[in-house]
């Protein structure tokens, strides 16, 4: 009897199976090619445990495009190619060209966007690095090869956040809002001072309203640097200054949704009023697992302003919504007009910190307290939150703007002496810290003193490197393996 052919595949196969459970048979293993960043160190060698974090699920098909690269560079740049060979001279030009997952590469130079408005804005998630020489082979974005988004003050320009990045309102075929994906900040130096408007040339102190008859906007009540994410996303913003900005919320401003986690990491905020950093939630909701988190260490925020002379918020150098992780460790909060962390009820690991010169208090919940209350009086700290400490630190301060932010006159001075619950916020330790001489009396100099204008060479020093060894940002010996 002849067997069927049915029957003949059967036992083929059987026996194929048996062979190769007992190593008989090896099946070669085919090798995946790596992929490898045009870019010199564009691998994540040198990524922390928290930069290589995922989003919580995959990205909905709207976000789950590659992307390709583009590059700008202010001196070179031309054209809306946006190729390593032929890149766009501004990334304002070619804002209306960016899809989902695209990489952006930015040369060193002085950026004003398009038209010089001052302000881009992006509406799909992208990762951007800058800092690079203009064959993007090099990279130093604190040093040789400064990205500075930066602007003019002209009267009818843009007063919007110089970079905004929203994904929040892209929705898919069905309607649905897009999900997914991650959003990537890196290198760039946001500075706000020449968008502002100052009393007089020699800009001390900022105005608030235009001036039509001079030509002259508002200064900007906007971030250097805002993003607002989708559903389940990952945001890192690292390596950046902001300085020179005057909103009444965040110098940075992020704000993540349901599922999404941020990680913000070795940032110079330096002389900003309303909050040096802002974390925000969009997520209303008490599942747990959907809570928006953020990790936030290595970050240097000194000479936080409130809004304005009379404000009453503002002048901290962390602030947060409450209905969120957050793991903040390693940072230094200094000179706060008001404080140095102030939450509103957010769920808060404070670790190995460093306070110094805030006025009224180092953390605000429902009430103030320094430092050294934190670990028995807090509500929302949890218990790991050891190793702060507050301690007198020489800043290397540039003598020409310590001189003015010293002579500085707040207003209801006695009042926040009265209520101070802060340690190192007297006049003396405040001029030691400065590196100046010290004195007998008050200041009582000029008045009108708000938020001087600092040059980026006074600013970088502040964040040159770690104080005590251990708090705050410090300038990367390598950038090239951090992406």
């Not at 301060?397 to 802060?422: C, F, G, L, P």
């Not at 600013?459 to 705050?472: D, W």
């Amino acid at each position: 009897m002849k067997h069927p052919k049915s029957l003949t595949y059967i036992v083929l196969f059987l026996c194929l199976f048996v062979n190769v459970a007992h190593g008989q048979i090896k099946i070669p293993k085919v090798k995946v090619p790596k992929v490898n960043n045009p870019l010199k160190g564009s691998t994540d060698q040198g990524a922390t445990d928290a930069d290589k974090g995922e989003s919580k699920s995959e990205a909905s098909p709207n976000y789950s495009n590659k992307g390709r690269e583009r590059y700008v560079s202010k001196s070179i740049g031309r054209g809306k190619l946006g190729t390593k060979e032929q890149p766009a001279k501004d990334l304002g030009n070619i804002l209306h060209l960016l899809k989902p997952n695209d990489i952006i590469y930015i040369a060193e130079g002085e950026y004003l966007n398009k038209a010089e408005r001052g302000a881009d804005e992006i509406n799909v998630p992208v990762k951007i690095y800058a800092g690079y020489d203009d064959s993007f082979i090099e990279r130093d974005p604190w040093g040789n090869h400064k990205t500075v988004f930066t602007g003019n003050n002209v009267y009818m320009t843009s007063s919007n956040a110089r970079l905004k990045i929203r994904t929040d309102q892209q929705r898919e075929a069905n309607g649905q809002l897009s999900q997914g994906s991650e959003i990537m900040v890196d290198g760039i130096i946001f500075d706000n001072g020449p968008r502002n408007r100052y009393v007089d040339e020699n800009k001390y102190c900022i105005r608030r309203k235009a001036s039509p008859e001079k030509g002259e906007n508002p200064s900007p009540r906007t971030a250097g640097l805002t993003i607002i994410s989708s559903f389940n996303m990952k945001v890192t913003v690292r390596n950046c200054v902001i300085m020179n900005c005057a909103p009444s919320q965040g110098a940075l401003s992020v704000q993540i949704r349901e599922g999404s986690n941020a990680v913000i990491s070795n940032n110079l905020c330096v002389n900003n009023t309303g909050n040096g950093i802002q974390l925000m939630t969009a997520y209303h909701g008490s599942e747990r697992s959907k809570i928006p988190r953020f990790e936030v260490y290595d970050n240097t925020c000194i000479f936080n302003w409130k809004f304005d002379l009379v404000a009453s918020y503002g002048g901290n150098a962390i602030a947060m919504d409450g209905n969120l992780f957050v793991n903040i460790h390693n940072n230094a909060f200094a000179f706060g007009h008001y404080g140095g962390v102030y939450s509103k009820g957010a769920i808060l690991t404070l670790k190995d910190n460093l306070f110094t010169g805030n006025s009224q208090y180092d953390l605000r919940e429902a009430s103030a307290m320094n430092v050294n209350e934190i670990e028995d009086e807090s509500v929302n700290v949890t218990p790991e939150s050891t190793g702060n400490i507050s301690k007198e630190v020489k800043f290397p301060v540039a003598k020409r703007w310590a001189e003015i932010y010293a002579q500085r006159v707040e207003i209801s001075r006695a009042e926040v002496d009265a209520s101070a619950r802060a340690s190192n916020n007297g006049s003396n330790q405040l001029r030691r810290m400065l590196g100046m001489p010290l004195q007998g009396n008050d200041v009582t100099l000029d008045a009108d003193i708000f938020l001087p204008q600092m040059q980026i060479v006074e600013a970088l020093p502040l964040g040159k490197q770690k104080y005590e060894s251990k708090y705050g940002c410090a300038i990367q010996q390598d950038y090239s393996t951090i992406h």
